[in-house]
């Protein structure tokens, strides 16, 4: 069965700037990397205490190596929140982000069979404290460090359900084919990543409520984010981000070539 994308499942992609393909992998594939995901966050915690700390806007990070931790705002600031990249700490995720059913629609995407590895994270989104993420584009983060900015898909395996309860991925459809979009400025550190609402209008706004297996293909400058999780369910996602062959990974500078 070919896993790229049909010429409708392309279509919407274009326009829509993203793409959902329901329950991908199964439900003892979900379970395995559920434990896949928790074993990359013990290993991230244990070199944690090696890392380099720092703040911006009071929100604590670490850097161990190549790889960055970012941690729930305080009070909750031993929480993680985002790993990444995080595919070096755990087989299973390297090996994951080679699977087909996550390659071969990016590789339609791209218009090209061979595809290289940008980045990739784990966001945590615990119950009851899963801080939200403020709409904003990829974009902008990566354009300084990646000439091929408009070669940049990314894919969102959910490892939960997620509904508005828990915090479920939102994307402001057709939002991406403005390309780089102004940040807000506030005069906080962080501010200049989060888009300038006047850009965009939140009425345009989709719930991606899925099953735990399934799979988000979202464009690099769709304005994207989604709300805390307030429930005492999880939320947890791996986003994974390609480019062309023979690219250079973000950070670390290594070419990681998808075979
Ligand atoms: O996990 C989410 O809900 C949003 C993630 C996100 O916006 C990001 O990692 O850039």
């Not at 408009?150 to 939102?170: E, I, M, Q, T």
């Not at 706004?205 to 297996?213: H, Q, T």
């Not at 769709?222 to 023979?246: C, F, M």
Request: glycine share 6%; net charge negative.
């Amino acid at each position: 069965m070919s896993l790229f994308l049909s010429k409708k499942e392309n279509n919407f992609y274009v326009n829509e700037g993203y793409l959902v393909r329901e329950n991908q992998f199964t439900t003892n594939e979900v379970d395995s990397l559920r434990k896949a995901l928790e074993r990359a966050v013990n290993s991230a915690e244990e070199k944690a205490d090696n890392g380099q700390v720092y703040y911006l806007d009071k929100k604590k990070f670490v850097d161990v190596g190549h790889i960055t931790l970012q941690y729930e705002p305080q009070p909750n600031d031993n929480v993680l929140r985002v790993i990444e990249p995080a595919h070096s700490l755990d087989k299973e995720l390297s090996s994951l982000i080679k699977d087909k059913r996550i390659t071969d629609p990016v590789r339609s995407i791209l218009e090209e069979e061979d595809i290289s590895l940008w980045t990739d994270k784990l966001n945590l989104k615990r119950p009851g404290n899963g801080s939200g993420f403020g709409w904003h584009q990829d974009s902008p983060y990566w354009v300084h460090d990646n000439k091929n900015v408009d070669l940049l898909p990314n894919v969102y395996l959910s490892l939960d359900d997620a509904d508005k309860a828990n915090g479920c991925f939102r994307v402001i459809r057709a939002s991406h084919k403005e390309g780089c979009l102004p940040g807000t400025s506030n005069g906080t550190q962080l501010g200049g990543f989060y888009t300038d609402p006047s850009c965009f209008n939140e009425t345009d706004a989709v719930d991606i409520r899925i099953k735990a297996g399934s799979l988000v293909f979202f464009n690099q400058h769709i304005v994207h984010g989604s709300e805390p999780n307030l429930s005492d369910q999880q939320r947890r996602a791996y986003i994974i981000t390609y480019q062309p062959k023979d690219q250079p990974m973000l950070k670390s500078g290594v070419i990681n070539n998808i075979n």
